[in-house]
């Protein structure tokens, strides 16, 4: 997981010139898998596939909430998401599925009392998924000042070292099965490598970032090994599909509006040397 800082220029226009750069989109031979109600009040919480086995070991997960009775919670609609949604006209389909993003992060307007001023606008909040290449580029925008949702993107990527055969096995995997959780990986490791692999120069908005974890260790004193570990410490309910980016980012993007109400101060992290690429850390106190 991890958050970049942006100036006041919209999410549009910062993230497709880096995703045309090297990015090809998921063709009509990718089907995207429509999600499945299960019985259980606890899988119910889930939009495609069951609990991965990473899930469990970092705890319980909790059915999504539901912020009224008249706008019960729904998975969210990928290909609304992708700017391909084709049945906005579909009665069945929008019952079905959830087509505004903003429906997960209310802001708790009562939760303001410990909030502190915030040097940065705006916050990115991505994760991405895909070991070898990344098959998936999830973002959240957030208003850090008043934490409200304000854009999103997301896209699902046809990678090009990946083997067909090696793609759908990952894909059938449910992205748990090959993907990590490391923080600092995202912008630190993945983004520089699928650069090089699509043969273009790494972007200067990528020179800095902000790892979650770290910010959480400093403010509330505690280590999270993950997600997970800060939902289930701050008795947030899980919304979505575990490991499905999408919904990762907006489960991040809820601890991230937690934590401001809370009165942390989101700053950055990390910097790479545009000269070296090396890393410079700048939390003494910081997950390795």
Same mark, same amino acid.
Request: one cysteine or more; proline letters at 6%; aromatic letters at 10%.
């Given at each position: 997981?991890?958050?970049?800082?942006?100036?006041?220029?919209?999410?549009?226009?910062?993230?497709?010139?880096?995703?045309?750069?090297?990015?090809?989109?998921?063709?009509?031979?990718?089907?995207?898998?429509?999600?499945?109600?299960?019985?259980?009040?606890?899988?119910?919480?889930?939009?495609?596939?069951?609990?991965?086995?990473?899930?469990?070991?970092?705890? !319980?997960?909790?059915?999504?909430?539901?912020?009224?009775?008249?706008?019960?919670?729904?998975?969210?609609?990928?290909?609304?998401? &992708?700017?391909?949604?084709?049945?906005?006209?579909?009665?069945?389909?929008?019952?079905?599925?959830?087509?505004?993003?903003?429906?997960?992060? #209310?802001?708790?307007?009562?939760?303001?009392?410990?909030?502190? #001023? =915030?040097?940065?606008?705006?916050?990115?909040? !991505?994760?991405?998924?895909?070991?070898?290449?990344? !098959?998936?580029?999830?973002?959240?925008?957030?208003?850090?000042?008043?934490?409200?949702?304000?854009?999103?993107?997301?896209?699902?990527?046809? #990678?090009?070292?990946?083997?067909?055969?090696?793609?759908?096995?990952?894909?059938?995997?449910?992205? +748990?099965?090959?993907?990590?959780?490391? +923080?600092?990986?995202?912008?630190?490791?993945?983004?520089?490598? &699928?650069?090089?692999?699509?043969?273009?120069?790494?972007?200067?908005?990528?020179?800095?970032?902000?790892?979650?974890?770290?910010?959480?260790?400093?403010?509330?004193?505690?280590?999270?090994?993950?997600?997970?570990?800060?939902?289930?410490?701050? &008795?947030?309910?899980?919304? +979505?599909?575990?490991?499905?980016?999408?919904?990762?980012?907006?489960?991040?993007?809820?601890?991230?509006?937690?934590?401001?109400?809370? +009165?942390?101060?989101? =700053?950055?992290?990390?910097?790479? =040397?545009?000269?070296?690429?090396?890393?410079?850390?700048?939390?003494?106190?910081?997950?390795?």
């Amino acid at each position: 997981m991890a958050l970049a800082r942006v100036s006041p220029s919209s999410l549009a226009n910062l993230i497709p010139p880096l995703l045309q750069s090297f990015f090809r989109p998921f063709s009509s031979d990718f089907p995207i898998r429509n999600s499945r109600r299960r019985s259980s009040p606890v899988a119910a919480a889930f939009s495609l596939t069951s609990q991965s086995a990473h899930a469990a070991r970092e705890g !319980l997960v909790m059915e999504a909430p539901r912020p009224s009775s008249r706008y019960p919670w729904k998975p969210t609609c990928l290909y609304y998401t &992708q700017g391909k949604c084709t049945m906005m006209n579909d009665a069945m389909h929008l019952e079905k599925f959830s087509h505004n993003l903003k429906m997960d992060l #209310p802001v708790n307007a009562s939760a303001t009392d410990k909030s502190k #001023p =915030q040097k940065l606008e705006y916050l990115l909040i !991505l994760d991405l998924e895909g070991r070898v290449e990344i !098959l998936e580029f999830p973002v959240m925008m957030i208003d850090a000042q008043n934490r409200e949702f304000v854009d999103s993107f997301h896209r699902f990527v046809r #990678p090009t070292a990946m083997s067909e055969q090696r793609t759908t096995e990952y894909i059938e995997g449910k992205y +748990g099965k090959f993907g990590v959780d490391r +923080g600092n990986w995202d912008l630190k490791t993945k983004v520089p490598e &699928q650069c090089k692999v699509s043969k273009i120069n790494l972007p200067t908005y990528f020179m800095e970032w902000i790892n979650l974890k770290d910010i959480y260790l400093n403010f509330y004193n505690r280590r999270a090994t993950g997600m997970m570990t800060m939902m289930r410490e701050l &008795q947030l309910p899980i919304v +979505g599909n575990h490991h499905l980016g999408i919904d990762d980012s907006k489960n991040i993007a809820r601890v991230v509006q937690r934590m401001l109400a809370d +009165g942390a101060v989101i =700053q950055i992290t990390a910097k790479r =040397q545009s000269a070296t690429g090396d890393v410079r850390f700048l939390f003494k106190d910081r997950i390795r």
